[in-house]
Nanobody, 126 residues
Framework: DVQLQASGGGLVQAGGSLRLVCVAS????????IGWFRQAPGKERERVSC????????YYADAVKGRFTIFRDKGKNTGYLQMNSLKPEDAAVYYC???????????????????WGQGTQVTVSS
């Protein structure tokens, strides 16, 4: 089975950190673009960060630049989103997605990403 399993969300105070984890099974994750998206209540899902497939090119939304870091562990078929200096406005359900073999395209269009994990809730208290 091809699957993405996201985890690592939780409740944290403003200024705190969380590390989201996205474990892939059934395919070679390293070749694919990893995208992290988030959706807050009443808002559209938005692209947060991406890392290239087979390369280390990255994308960060302006709102998270300098605070979030995306990376992957090839040996573990896993991607991560390290989130530091969290703000209340970062609270959302976070999703990981995969798409685009050996690509550095990081589109906002969700349909470009062929695989999606379930969401993990991030709550930030002020």
């Amino acid at each position: 089975d091809v699957q993405l399993q996201a985890s690592g969300g939780g409740l944290v105070q403003a200024g705190g950190s969380l590390r989201l984890v996205c474990v892939a099974s059934g395919f070679y994750f390293e070749d694919y673009v990893i995208g992290w998206f988030r959706q807050a209540p009443g808002k559209e899902r938005e692209r947060v960060s991406c890392i290239g497939g087979g390369n280390h090119n990255t994308y960060y939304a302006d709102a998270v630049k300098g605070r979030f870091t995306i990376f992957r562990d090839k040996g573990k078929n896993t991607g991560y989103l390290q989130m530091n200096s969290l703000k209340p406005e970062d609270a959302a359900v976070y999703y990981c997605a995969a798409g685009g073999v050996r690509s550095s395209m990081f589109p906002q269009n969700e349909r470009w990403y062929g695989f999606w994990g379930q969401g993990t809730q991030v709550t930030v208290s002020s």
